[in-house]
């Protein structure tokens, strides 16, 4: 809904990119780093409990500081989305390749898989200006790496972005498809197109792991709910149920939060619902 709203100028000799509506990446300040801080401690009940977390977690801190990136809640969770697939992988033997990532806002996420599996073949699926700030997050991490844009003529990349419109160019079957936070801002038709794009791409081995809030009514009237996406009984479900690591976050004073005695507790947030995760293997068409 956001996108649009961002900006990408050129200014003299250099670059000036602003986004809005797909996550934070900067939080400066020492209260705004403390809080962070706070933050991660506030959910180590629920980390402690991922094997893969703690190394995971040290390669998001290294990779954003080579971004010049705050551990905001959206730079921070993407650690724990890696975390939970690796553990998974591990306890399944599978040794993913390719990957869709359907919506990944600044592409950490992404830049991230290329640190754990450098050989890996990445598709990034989104709108037009958002895939540019991923663009820029991977040429700034992995300068020699081959990136392309999807086409008909496209050869093979690393690293592709793909526009929505030309998912169905993308040739490979895919291992892992992954879409944190924003198939909830898509109208029901979109969500019907990804999830058929990848039950045509989808062999036993491959996994799609998906966290939405649990109904969202779009600004349209369109009312989305995470039971009614185009699951089927015949898919494998590993995990399902309340994401257990996105249920609040600290930072400004935002509406939504608790309240002692009528007193709005300041820093705590809470999402404007429940934010749903599910990952599980979607039976191909």
């Not at 086409?151 to 929505?164: E, I, K, Q």
């Not at 994401?243 to 404007?272: A, E, K, M, W």
């Amino acid at each position: 809904m956001y996108g649009p709203q961002s900006i990408i100028e050129q200014r003299g000799d250099n670059s000036y990119l602003r986004g809005q509506g797909f996550g934070g990446v900067h939080a400066p300040g020492r209260i705004h780093h403390t809080l962070n801080t706070i933050e991660r401690f506030a959910y180590w009940r629920i980390t402690r409990q991922i094997k893969s977390y703690r190394s995971i977690f040290k390669a998001a801190t290294q990779l954003a500081r080579h971004l010049s990136f705050d551990m905001t809640f959206d730079v921070w969770k993407q650690s724990v989305v890696l975390a939970i697939l690796k553990d998974h992988w591990i306890e399944y033997n599978l040794e993913p390749k390719t990957f869709a990532l359907i919506g990944d806002g600044y592409g950490f996420l992404g830049a991230l898989i290329r640190c754990l599996i450098p050989d890996a073949y990445i598709y990034n699926i989104d709108l037009p200006k958002t895939l540019v700030f991923q663009a820029v997050t991977h040429s700034s991490v992995f300068p020699t790496r081959a990136m392309s844009v999807m086409s008909t003529a496209s050869g093979h990349a690393d690293t592709t972005f793909v526009l929505p419109k030309d998912i169905e160019l993308i040739p490979n079957q895919i291992d892992c498809g992954i879409n944190v936070a924003s198939m909830q801002e898509m109208t029901e038709s979109s969500i019907e197109l990804y999830f058929r794009f990848l039950r045509v791409r989808s062999k036993s081995s491959s996994r799609f792991y998906c966290v939405n809030r649990k109904r969202k009514e779009l600004p349209g009237g369109e009312v989305l709910n995470f039971t009614d996406y185009p699951w089927s009984l015949e898919d494998d479900i590993f995990l399902d149920g309340v994401c257990p690591y996105y249920r609040f976050f600290l930072g400004r004073t935002q509406p939504n939060g608790p309240s002692i005695f009528g007193i709005r507790v300041p820093h705590i947030n809470h999402f404007d619902g429940l934010i749903m995760h599910r990952l599980c293997h979607l039976e191909s068409n």
